[in-house]
């Protein structure tokens, strides 16, 4: 038997607004909410994603020689003017030696000593031999008062006291040749002390207590003809080999500037002091000392050194090439100093070595070459290679 068939013609849909249906403002109230959320999510994605704003200066370069008078250009060496190989007056065993590399020393400051037993002991005889000399003469002297004094009251002989007389000056001339004995003596003896020429600073150790050392007349493949190596760090100039064919545009007290191959970011002014009157055959140049007038500590001996003479349009009194950064670009963490160089609009940190202060920059002696922008005041929290957006940028 079939069933009837279902009735549908009582089925609406309705129509009116969705907040009057069971359940409708409950659904638009989380619509609302997800939206919110995504924009607020949207939002701070994009701050985040932003770069940060920074101040930016240029790195300043004062002083230097100018293109338009700079000429020759020769490379060479520091050296010192004043400089010695200190090595003793006679052979013998090193008992002491009492410097270092880097030790100053005065002139006639004992640096080192000789074994000295076989002088002590000869001065000691010398002076034992000059004081027996010494009481002779003081002797014969009261013996020849006595004579006279004899020879007056007719008791001596003219003979006698002719005698007494002359054994006077025999004694007198001994007690002389005595004390010559006792200034050999004690020359001897200085002869072991070794003594500094000059005022300057020891560069090289060249024997250690034990060894024989000897003059260099003296000396052996066993022995050491040297002690100290030492110069006179106030009389440091360049040496360099200026081409032959163009020695006649240098003349003595021509300006010149010095950059150093250790710090090539800072010049030295510098005048030539002699053009050697002698030219190298092999090499086709001419040696030309430059004195250095800018004294630095920095400077030692034997360092490479570019040497620029300039021509007569060059200003006499140019100062020093110096790199300039401002104090609030520079950050200190852990005894070290850098700064952050932009490039590209990313941030990179770079180790400086700083100089002086110049009011409120500071001179960068290593680090940087100059034309460089760095963020002033960097914000915490800067990591190498983040982007930036540069804000004011000041020229320097």
């Known amino acids: 038997m079939n069933a009837a068939p279902p009735d549908l013609s009582s089925l609406r849909i309705p129509r009116g607004d969705p907040a009057s249906l069971p359940g409708g403002g409950h659904r638009r109230v989380w619509l609302v909410a997800v939206v919110v959320v995504l924009v607020l999510a949207v939002a701070g994605f994009a701050l985040r994603s932003r770069p940060p704003q920074v101040e930016a200066v240029t790195v300043a370069v004062t002083g230097g020689a100018g293109g338009a008078g700079e000429g020759i250009t020769a490379n060479g060496y520091v050296v010192a003017r004043t400089k010695a190989s200190v090595a003793a007056r006679i052979a013998g065993q090193l008992e002491y030696l009492g410097v270092s590399e880097g030790s100053r020393l005065r002139r006639g400051e004992v640096l080192a000593r000789i074994q000295s037993g076989d002088q002590q002991a000869a001065l000691a005889q010398a002076q034992a031999a000059q004081a027996q000399a010494q009481a002779g003469l003081d002797q014969g002297r009261h013996d020849l008062v006595r004579a006279q004094r004899l020879a007056t009251e007719q008791v001596l002989s003219a003979a006698d006291l002719e005698n007494a007389r002359t054994r006077v000056d025999v004694l007198d001339a001994q007690l002389g040749q005595a004390r010559a ?216």
Do not use: C
């Open 181 to 396: 004995q006792v200034q050999l003596a004690e020359v001897g003896l200085e002869n072991t002390r070794v003594r500094a020429p000059f005022d300057g600073t020891v560069l090289r150790k060249d024997a250690e207590v034990g060894e024989i050392v000897a003059p260099a007349s003296a000396g052996g493949s066993l022995t050491r003809t040297s002690i100290v190596t030492m110069a006179d760090l106030a009389t440091l100039e360049v040496e360099v080999d200026v081409n032959e064919a163009y020695i006649a545009q240098i003349r003595n007290g021509q300006v010149a500037r010095i950059t150093l191959d250790a710090y090539p970011d800072t010049s030295f002014a510098g005048r030539v002091r002699q053009v050697v009157p002698t030219a190298d055959r092999e090499k086709a140049t001419v040696l030309v000392k430059v004195s250095i007038l800018d004294r630095d500590p920095r400077i030692l001996p034997e360092m490479g050194a570019k040497v620029v003479f300039l021509r007569e349009t060059a200003p006499a009194n140019a100062e020093p090439r110096r790199v300039l950064v401002p104090g609030s670009a520079v950050v200190r963490a852990g005894g070290a100093t850098s700064v952050w160089v932009i490039e590209n609009d990313r941030v990179a940190a770079r180790a400086v070595s700083l100089g002086t202060a110049h009011g409120a920059d500071l001179e960068v002696r290593d680090g940087l070459t100059g034309g460089e922008s760095v963020v002033l005041r960097p914000p915490a929290g800067l990591k190498a290679g983040a982007r930036v957006r540069v804000g004011t940028s000041q020229e320097r």
